[in-house]
């Protein structure tokens, strides 16, 4: 016969443990209930309690309304900071772009009367049922004919920009020597690309673009290009200012033999983040208002460029030479904008007369923006 | 108003048999059961008290299950079980210690349960609530009762088996 401390412990081994204990506690006798002295004094404190009952239903009011009024604050708050953020930060519509009814500016004398503004030069004339004169015939065909090569207007606008200030030597970026295999890449150290000054003073990476006066531009004339490249070869980007136009895509290449990781750091625009294995490209949504953003590498840190969104076609951005052309503007005045990443936004008026081009040059200062 | 003393003598057994159960010895299911009229109290102030029975048996094993919490961390009570709660007829002194073992490991399993899973399965495996009524008491849909369940379950399987090997 086995002894009984040995069967026991055997027991506790065989089938479901759990629901042997679970069985054990609810089986559980229990000695004789509540004694009589337990309830009469639970009764006598919850007539106690019960007096203050009132009082207590008065206290948990207070904090009853403390919490609806916060919750109405907070959402009249952000109602209210939503309203506000939408109206300062939306894009330029539609009804923004389009001008129908607008009389010439004769308060200037330099400005050309309204000749062809709401013609976008760059694309062919168009049959009166889709020329922008005629209000309601904004309406699109069921088939629209396909957009034709650009026709270049007299409106030529050219630039130089210039950088007035002392020029320090370019800076080496740091980590870059962990990565031997971007110094191999790049042939060489990679510098700062924030100030690229040429000779004479000249200015690169600058964007210039119209960003005022194009009110009898329509959007819709001018189909977005096709996407912007923004490459990455030996751990810098390529190039390291990109412009783009709202509607236009951007198509980020590494054509380095290693990874690279893409993030995409616009907030007005959809932000993206691409896993880029080597040798592959991504093409990123079409951008959908004028924002400048930064575009960086997780996995490289000191790789990063700037990408601006302009809401029209007319921009371009300068070389080493710090020399822009832009082509096709109406005539016209416009405010032309330049955008440095480090001396910040410089603005100009500008004046487009019929058959003749405009100069526009720039000169960044040092110093704060 | 409530007929609180009649609450207290209609539902009292009830309550003080579920306080018992889960801690083991009559002084802390005394407390226990005082706190638990008190804080039905407190409810009823907020909000009438639909199904007093249900709404009280919750809040015992609630109240029991943070005193049983408590008593877990300070680990100075390992074997709380009263004798007087085990049956003499019928049944051998080996079962009776099994009982009590068993009984008393699952206590400090259940301790180390998150609440809701806790009550979730004191309410259906030791009180034979349903799963809707478990989901009425604690708020939540009859899929998270069965989720609860299934969670408190695995991680009391896995905390017995722990014991059982040490």
């Known amino acids: ?369 | 108003m409530q007929d609180w003393d009649g609450i207290v003598a209609r539902e009292g057994p009830s309550v003080w048999r579920i306080a018992y159960r889960l801690l083991g010895n009559r002084a802390d299911a005394d407390e226990c059961f005082q706190e638990t009229f008190l804080a039905a109290l407190r409810l009823a102030g907020r909000e009438p008290l639909r199904d007093a029975r249900a709404i009280l048996n919750r809040l015992a094993v609630a109240r029991a299950m943070d005193r049983l919490r408590r008593r877990y961390r300070q680990r100075g009570r390992e074997m709380t079980t009263e004798w007087e709660s085990h049956p003499a007829g019928g049944v051998s002194p080996s079962q009776c210690a099994e009982a009590a073992e068993l009984s008393e490991r699952l206590r400090n399993a259940l301790a180390e349960l998150p609440a809701k899973q806790a009550e979730a399965f004191c309410l259906f495996n030791l009180e034979g609530y349903s799963y809707q009524q478990i989901g009425v008491q604690l708020n939540c849909s009859i899929d998270n009762v069965g989720v609860l369940l299934h969670r408190a379950r695995a991680r009391l399987r896995q905390l017995l088996s722990q014991v059982g090997a040490e």
């Open chain 1, 1 to 369: 016969m086995r002894p009984e401390n040995s069967e026991s412990e055997n027991r506790f081994d065989r089938g479901d443990l759990l629901n042997r204990a679970a069985e054990a506690l609810r089986d559980l006798p229990t000695p004789n209930g509540p004694s009589r002295e337990l309830i009469a004094r639970t009764q006598a404190a919850l007539r106690r309690a019960q007096t203050k009952i009132p009082a207590g239903r008065l206290m948990f009011l207070r904090p009853t309304l403390f919490r609806v009024a916060a919750m109405v604050a907070v959402v009249c708050g952000s109602t209210l900071g939503y309203w506000t953020a939408a109206r300062w930060n939306r894009p330029r519509r539609q009804s923004d772009l389009v001008r129908v009814d607008v009389a010439p500016d004769r308060s200037k004398p330099d400005a050309v009367p309204d000749a062809r503004p709401r013609q976008n030069p760059l694309v062919p004339s168009l049959p009166p049922s889709h020329s922008s004169t005629t209000g309601p015939a904004l309406e699109k065909d069921p088939a629209p004919p396909p957009p034709a090569a650009p026709i270049l207007a007299d409106g030529i606008l050219t630039g130089r920009i210039v950088f007035d200030g002392a020029v320090s030597p370019p800076r080496p970026m740091m980590g870059v020597n962990m990565t031997p295999e971007c110094i191999r890449e790049h042939g060489g150290a990679i510098y700062d690309e924030s100030m690229v000054v040429g000779a004479n003073g000249t200015l690169a990476n600058v964007v210039v673009s119209v960003s005022d006066g194009l009110s009898g531009w329509l959007r819709e004339e001018y189909p977005p290009p096709p996407p912007a490249v923004l490459d990455q070869k030996g751990c810098v980007f390529v190039p390291h200012v990109v412009p783009v136009m709202v509607g236009q895509q951007l198509l980020i290449r590494n054509s380095d033999p290693f990874l690279h990781n893409v993030r995409v750091m616009a907030v007005n625009n959809p932000p993206a983040n691409l896993g880029q294995p080597s040798t592959s490209e991504s093409q990123t949504a079409p951008f959908e208002s004028p924002e400048v953003f930064r575009v960086k590498c997780d996995v490289h840190p000191w790789m990063q460029a700037w990408v601006r969104v302009v809401d029209n076609p007319f921009f371009a951005v300068t070389g080493r030479d710090g020399l822009f052309t832009i082509r096709g503007l109406p005539p016209g005045t416009y405010t032309l904008k330049a955008w440095h990443e480090q001396l910040g936004v410089k603005e100009q008026q500008i004046v487009i007369v019929p058959g003749e081009g405009a100069d526009a040059n720039f000169t960044f200062h040092a110093g704060p923006r």
